[in-house]
């Protein structure tokens, strides 16, 4: 017998659900509509990957379960029946006819006659459904803005900046996301007083394929002033898959906001993955001569996968440094000047307190991030 409207809380590749909905709620629920045990079983683990619930209904469905679900699923065997179909609420969008039989080619007008926009044929189109069932759960949030940050040398301050970039954001109110993808910096969760704070690391998500919920994965992720934080731990793992990087960027990207990736200037496949994937680079490079010409090499080969990459420069430091101007940086580099990042004395300090780059709004740091942040996103909406 079919299990009748019952929800399956949803637990993406293996990532923590997050909070579960409230008892009783429906608001986001997945509404599958079949008879067929093993068509059911295969729906609800599809629905599961894609970090939502499924709300089983047999018998004509009610016109509150029919309006209220972002996704209604048919299977076939219930097209085929359609009980009281004078009685079934009228046509709606999001409604898909799922079947098995390829060579029933009579299931097209079944589709027709439910208003289906889709008829998808399980195994084969499950990669789509799966998209298409988490499409419908995360809604039509725009695309987070992806900025990613890398040093012109090492010891640049791109991780300074990177955080800053993030708590800036969650400061602002905007949903903010944080990425390690340098597996060599010690750990971007240090950076933010976070390395007590449990939550899944790196190592625990490198077997990530295709889709990740975005929502669950946030919610999984541990949130540091406001920013949730995919850090590296101290395990010695150093290598991670591309496409764990692929599947994390995208679902982080498709909760909306500000996603921040702090990137490594020699770029492995993970950080080629995330590179390709960026609205903006910023390489970070000090206005010294032999920053600069470390800061080439970098342009030339990892920064070569950036669409859009703009230099951040920094005043030079160390008695007898020979300083570069800012336009001469960006001149010499051949990059768009994006601006000065400023000396914000006591950073090192707050830091080891466990304050992060960019937490004071009134700091040089948290200023420059603020105005950075909002020249981006009105650049943005001028394009748009």
């Known amino acids: 017998m079919i299990r009748s409207s019952r929800a399956a809380t949803a637990t993406p ?25 093993d068509l059911l079983d295969d729906l609800l683990r599809l629905c599961a990957a894609a970090g939502t619930t499924a709300e089983v209904a047999h018998g004509v469905p009610t016109a509150a379960q029919w309006e209220r679900a972002p996704l209604v699923l048919v299977g076939d065997d219930r097209a085929v029946a359609r009980p009281g179909a004078d009685q079934w609420p009228g046509r709606r969008p999001a409604v898909l006819l799922v079947g098995r039989d390829l060579d029933d080619h009579t299931i097209w007008e ?24 988490g499409d419908a759960v995360e809604g039509s949030e725009p695309p987070a803005l992806t900025v990613g940050v890398l040093g012109g040398r ?24 944080l990425v390690d993808g340098d597996p060599l910096g010690g750990g971007l969760d240090v ?46 793992m150093v290598r991670l898959p591309g496409e764990a990087m692929r599947s994390v960027v995208t679902a982080a990207q498709r ?75 960006a001149r010499l580099l051949g990059l768009p000047l994006a601006g000065e990042l400023p000396t914000e004395p006591g950073l090192s300090a707050a830091v080891d307190c466990g304050d992060p780059p960019g937490v004071d709004a009134r700091g040089e740091l948290g200023r420059f991030c603020a105005a950075l942040l909002e020249r981006v996103r009105s650049a943005e909406g001028a394009a748009a």
């Open 13 to 37: 590749l293996g990532l923590p659900s997050g909070a579960p909905p409230e008892p009783g709620s429906r608001a986001h629920s997945i509404l599958v509509l079949t008879e067929d045990q």
């Open 154 to 177: 090492g010891g640049a301050g791109a991780s300074s900046l990177a955080c800053a970039l993030a708590v800036t954001a969650a400061r602002q109110g905007h949903r903010a996301m």
């Open 255 to 329: 909760g909306g906001g500000l996603v921040v990736v702090d990137l490594p200037r020699v770029a492995d496949e993970a950080a080629a993955e995330a590179l390709t994937r960026l609205d903006l680079g910023l390489l970070v490079v000090p206005g010294e001569l032999r920053a600069l010409a470390a800061a080439r090499q970098v342009v030339s080969t990892t920064g070569a996968l950036v669409g859009d990459l703009r230099v951040v420069t920094r005043a030079a430091e160390g008695a007898g440094a020979a300083a570069v101007a800012p336009a001469e940086v």
């Open 191 to 236: 950076l933010l007083g976070g390395e007590a704070v449990s939550g899944p690391r790196w190592p625990e998500l490198a077997c990530s394929r295709g889709r990740l919920s975005g929502v669950a994965l946030a919610e999984s992720l541990p949130r540091l002033h406001g920013v949730s934080l995919l850090s590296w731990d101290r395990s010695g």
């Open 110 to 133: 079944r589709g027709v006659a439910l208003g289906a926009e889709q008829v998808v044929h399980l195994p084969g189109d499950e990669p789509w459904l799966a998209d298409r069932i």
